[in-house]
T-cell receptor, first 115, second 111 residues
Framework: DVKVTQSSRYLVKRTGEKVFLECVQDMDHENMFWYRQDPGLGLRLIYFSYDVKMKEKGDIPEGYSVSREKKERFSLILESASTNQTSMYLC??????????????FGPGTRLLVL | RKEVEQDPGPFNVPEGATVAFNCTYSNSASQSFFWYRQDCRKEPKLLMSVYSSGNEDGRFTAQLNRASQYISLLIRDSKLSDSATYLCVVSPYSSASKIIFGSGTRLSIRP
C-alpha cells in the first residue's frame, strides 16, 4: 500500500512565523502535490512537483514556496504566515507510469491555525 | 464557471435508500474521471474510477456522459457508513499533473 505521511496533524503558528510542512511518500512516485482545503472552496492546488528539484505553480501559489530535494520528500514553506493561510493542507503523490488513470494518494493532512 | 461543479448538499437519506448525485465538468477534452470519498477530518480516498462504459463496484455505480459532460455516482442500499463527502475529480488530457477536484457533495445517511 502507498503511504503518504505528513510531519504534523495539527499546527498552531503566529502571524509572521516561517512554517514548514513536510510530506514523505514511500512509493517512488514522480509527482507530488500540495493542496489546501477550505469549506465551500474544495481542494485548491498550491504547487506540484514532477521530479526532484522541479516545481510548478498551481492555482494559488502566492505566499507559499516549495522544495523537493529528494524524490520522496516534498516540503511546503510559508515564508511569513498570515491568518488567511489558516487551512487544512493536504499532500498527495501520484505515479505517471500507469497513465492518466493513475490516482492520487493523499496524506492525512495538516490543520494549520495561524493566530 | 467552475471547471468541476457539484451540488454541495447535504443529501440526507434514510438507511437502505438509493441516492444519486451528479458532477458536471466544463473541459470537453477531459480524459480521466474519478470519485473520491472524504470522511470528516480525514484525507480524500479513491472510491472508484469512472470509465467510458460505466462501472460498478458492489453497491456503487459510476457513469460518464461525455455528450452532456457529467459523471454520476449511484449508491444503492445505503449504509450508515456511507455518510461522507463525495468528491468528483477530473483530469484533462493536456496535463497529467492537472487534476481538478469538485467541492464535494455531502451525504448523510440516517438510521
Amino acid at each position: 500500500d502507498v503511504k503518504v505521511t505528513q510531519s504534523s496533524r495539527y499546527l498552531v503558528k503566529r502571524t509572521g512565523e516561517k512554517v514548514f510542512l513536510e510530506c514523505v511518500q514511500d512509493m517512488d512516485h514522480e509527482n507530488m502535490f500540495w493542496y489546501r482545503q477550505d469549506p465551500g472552496l474544495g481542494l485548491r492546488l498550491i504547487y506540484f512537483s514532477y521530479d526532484v528539484k522541479m516545481k510548478e505553480k498551481g492555482d494559488i501559489p502566492e505566499g507559499y514556496s516549495v522544495s523537493r530535494e529528494k524524490k520522496e520528500r516534498f516540503s511546503l514553506i510559508l515564508e511569513s504566515a498570515s491568518t488567511n493561510q489558516t487551512s487544512m493542507y493536504l499532500c498527495a503523490s501520484r505515479t505517471t507510469s500507469g497513465g492518466l488513470q493513475e490516482t492520487q494518494y493523499f496524506g492525512p493532512g495538516t490543520r494549520l491555525l495561524v493566530l | 464557471r467552475k471547471e468541476v461543479e457539484q451540488d454541495p448538499g447535504p443529501f440526507n437519506v434514510p438507511e437502505g435508500a438509493t441516492v444519486a448525485f451528479n458532477c458536471t465538468y466544463s473541459n470537453s477534452a477531459s480524459q480521466s474521471f474519478f470519485w473520491y470519498r472524504q470522511d470528516c477530518r480525514k484525507e480524500p480516498k479513491l472510491l472508484m474510477s469512472v470509465y467510458s462504459s460505466g462501472n460498478e463496484d458492489g453497491r456503487f455505480t459510476a457513469q460518464l456522459n461525455r455528450a452532456s459532460q457529467y459523471i454520476s455516482l449511484l449508491i444503492r442500499d445505503s449504509k450508515l457508513s456511507d455518510s461522507a463527502t463525495y468528491l468528483c475529480v477530473v483530469s484533462p488530457y493536456s496535463s497529467a499533473s492537472k487534476i481538478i477536484f469538485g467541492s464535494g457533495t455531502r451525504l448523510s445517511i440516517r438510521p
